[in-house]
């Protein structure tokens, strides 16, 4: 697997890009959204509908037919028959058609026997009852139209599962680089104590005993390291699946490669207030998708109600010999060839039991979609209360950081004035160190509320 340095900006040269050590959630998520193979597959849904577009209008396209037919035996033409024709569907179930017969031959069939320059002939066919209103070519021309009109919502709630999952990722592991940070720092300062406790302790200034409690400590805050040190690789692997070059190549994070500073932290406050909650669900994308779904259900169900009618057919056709190659020469009213047919089944149970699937359909998607919209309520609204908490205990534990600080600060110097014990300073650093972690899971948190809010409301992607 090719390694690179992935801290991409995608504003700057490639030179600027190599050179940055910070990757930002902005620059991760850009580079996700432009070059994940699923980003890329979400925009296959609109071409898809296109297509799909397409192939629903070939249903009217004109058809060009030619049919020729011809029999010899003995020396003998006992046949020779050539047909042909244009046809153009429209909309409205008529079919407009016009072409040419010419038939000739010793033993032709009376009926099929033409003026010896040929017959032009022009007319239709139009269904009068079943097909009238809408047919099969419509009913999937209209499903592809509202097709087209859902691709951008299939594709964008796409591409916000992605942006979601992708950026839950990244905070995990700002989350274990960061925690991994604090426990270094620990360590270091546990190693320094523990050389200053053993050597006060060999020029016997010191008991022996406090030596091995520093290094009890030493060992506990290696142990815990290491712990995290195994959490930030595993996140540092779920945060490569999503890093991918413009070659369809995966990255992987370099070592040198960091996440945004902590200093750099502010509170992630989303625009969307309680009070919006049930006007973004309204226009939820997902909402959007199924109601596209419930309405090309319906045209299925015109469909079906469309077979319950009998089949009437009308067809006509002017008929006319033509003159010098002009088929309007000489044409009469009363050359013509007409017919009509007529079917219908008497119980109708196939075509009743359809409609009544179609309806059964319709009530599934209706329901379904009602419990997705009470689901996405629910979300938004459990998102929404979280995103609060985590603003309320980070504002919190911000001060509970200060506070153990200036208590450790305290009992370090009574530490080293003689006035303290070794127990005492390692209990105020655990606690120092317990609250820092705590505030650093909450800045997590509460970038990963408001990540669970927009995307629960589908605002990740514009």
């Known amino acids: 697997m090719k390694q690179l340095v992935i801290f991409v900006s995608l504003f700057f040269s490639v030179q600027t890009m190599l050179s940055q050590t910070i990757l930002t959630v902005q620059d991760f998520t850009a580079l996700v959204v432009k070059n994940h193979p699923l980003a890329k597959q979400a925009g296959l849904a609109i071409t898809y509908g296109q297509g799909t577009l397409l192939k629903a209008k070939g249903g009217f396209d004109p058809k060009v037919n030619f049919g020729m037919d011809q029999k010899y035996y003995n020396g003998y033409q006992y046949y020779s028959e050539m047909n042909a024709g244009l046809k153009v569907p429209t909309w409205y179930g008529i079919e407009v058609k016009t072409g040419f017969e010419s038939n000739r031959g010793s033993y032709l069939d009376p009926q099929n026997k033409l003026p010896d320059g040929g017959l032009w002939y022009g007319g239709l066919s139009a269904n009068l009852g079943q097909g009238m209103l809408i047919d099969q070519r419509r009913a999937e021309l209209f499903k592809a139209r509202k097709y087209v009109e859902s691709a951008p919502f299939e594709q964008r709630l796409q591409l916000n599962e992605l942006v979601y999952k992708s950026g839950y990722a990244y905070w995990n592991w700002y989350f274990m680089f960061h925690a991994k940070q604090i426990l270094k720092d620990a360590l270091q300062t546990a190693n320094q104590r523990y050389e200053a406790v053993r ?75 309680l009070a919006e909650l049930d006007t973004l669900i309204v226009s939820h994308p997902y909402l959007k998708v199924a109601n596209f779904k419930i309405e090309m259900l319906e045209i299925e169900k015109r469909l079906k109600k469309e077979m319950l009618k009998p089949q009437l057919n009308l067809q006509y056709n002017f008929l006319n010999e033509p003159v010098n190659y002009n088929p309007f020469s000489q044409i009469s009213i009363n050359n013509y060839k007409w017919g009509v047919g007529f079917e219908m089944h008497l119980f109708l149970r196939k075509e009743r039991g359809e409609v009544a699937l179609a309806n059964v359909k319709i009530q599934e998607a209706e329901w379904s979609r009602d419990a997705k919209q009470a689901e996405l309520r629910n979300k938004m609204q459990t998102a929404y209360f979280e995103w609060q908490n985590s603003i309320q205990q980070l504002q919190i534990y911000q001060q509970t950081v200060l506070d153990t600080k200036k208590l450790l600060d305290a009992e370090r110097n009574m530490f080293e004035n003689g006035e303290s014990s070794l127990f005492l300073i390692n209990a105020r650093e655990m606690a120092f160190i317990q609250a820092s972690l705590k505030l650093l899971e909450l800045q997590t948190k509460n970038q990963q509320a408001a990540l669970s809010l927009r995307f629960a409301s589908a605002q990740l992607i514009p």
Do not use: C, H
């Open 199 to 273: 050597r006060t302790a060999e020029l016997g200034d010191r008991p022996q005993i406090e030596a091995v409690e520093a290094g009890i400590q030493v060992q506990n805050r290696t142990a815990l390291l290491r712990e995290y040190e195994t959490d930030f690789n595993v996140a540092s692997s779920e945060l490569n699946m999503y890093l991918w070059n413009e070659k369809n190549e995966p990255l992987e994070l370099e070592p040198s490669t960091l996440p945004s500073q902590k200093d750099s932290f502010s509170v992630q406050a989303p625009t969307i207030t």
